[in-house]
T-cell receptor, first 114, second 113 residues
Framework: DAGVIQSPRHEVTEMGQEVTLRCKPI?????LFWYRQTMMRGLELLIY????????DSGMPEDRFSAKMPNASFSTLKIQPSEPRDSAVYFC????????????FGPGTRLTVL | SQKIEQNSEALNIQEGKTATLTCNYT??????LQWYRQDPGRGPVFLLL?????KEKRKERLKVTFDTTLKQSLFHITASQPADSATYLC????????????FGSGTRLSIRP
């Protein structure tokens, strides 16, 4: 398996623009998580899905952020409009049925909002 | 307030020694605790899980302890090697299904030859 796939790997955009981050989880995994990582705040959970249904979105910072999971093999995180404080590395992770509850992380998308 | 604290931002030790990293938490009741390793420019990678009713877990040169009274986990790497240099994150498993995990800020470990 190729692991969790995220695209793009790097995104540079200007304030006010819409940004869409994409994630393909590991096949067969029924949980998908979106995280944001910054030096100041560390790794924060934004939202997670189980069987394509959003379960907990309490970490989504504000209405500018939205996430969807239209099917088991694809999810998007959208920021509209983007702001400089959204600059961070965004990780997607997936999890299947496992004794260890381990999450498998993608390589991340480094977002820079100018 | 709820907090997860890892003992220090950075830890430097000599190759061959045992590295000990600490994770303390307040106002959480985790069902389990995990440790992940993160290398620069990459996502975290799972290392170990220890459940609330377990005191200690081992995997090769790694050992984790979990004290729910002290609300603390210790993570040990014995016979440390320069290749062990990375950031180590503890994470608490929460919620009814314990699917949600909350990460600590991490400790950057450097092993010098």
């Amino acid at each position: 398996d190729a692991g969790v796939i995220q695209s793009p790997r790097h995104e540079v955009t200007e304030m006010g623009q819409e940004v869409t981050l994409r994630c393909k989880p590991i096949s067969g995994h029924d949980y998908l998580f979106w995280y944001r990582q910054t030096m100041m705040r560390g790794l924060e959970l934004l939202i997670y899905f189980n069987n394509n249904v959003p379960i907990d979105d309490s970490g989504m910072p504000e209405d500018r952020f939205s996430a969807k999971m239209p099917n088991a093999s694809f999810s998007t995180l959208k920021i509209q409009p983007s702001e400089p404080r959204d600059s961070a590395v965004y990780f997607c992770a997936s999890k299947g049925r496992s004794t260890y509850n381990e999450q498998f992380f993608g390589p991340g998308t480094r977002l820079t909002v100018l | 307030s709820q907090k997860i604290e890892q003992n220090s931002e950075a830890l430097n030790i000599q190759e061959g020694k045992t590295a000990t990293l600490t994770c303390n938490y307040t106002n959480y009741s985790p069902a389990y605790l995990q440790w992940y390793r993160q290398d620069p420019g990459r996502g975290p990678v799972f290392l170990l899980l220890i459940r609330e009713n377990e005191k200690e877990k081992r995997k090769e040169r790694l050992k984790v302890t979990f004290d729910t009274t002290l609300k603390q986990s210790l993570f040990h790497i014995t016979a440390s090697q320069p290749a062990d240099s990375a950031t180590y994150l503890c994470a608490l498993g929460l919620g009814g299904s314990a699917s949600k995990i909350i990460f600590g800020s991490g400790t950057r470990l450097s092993i010098r030859p």
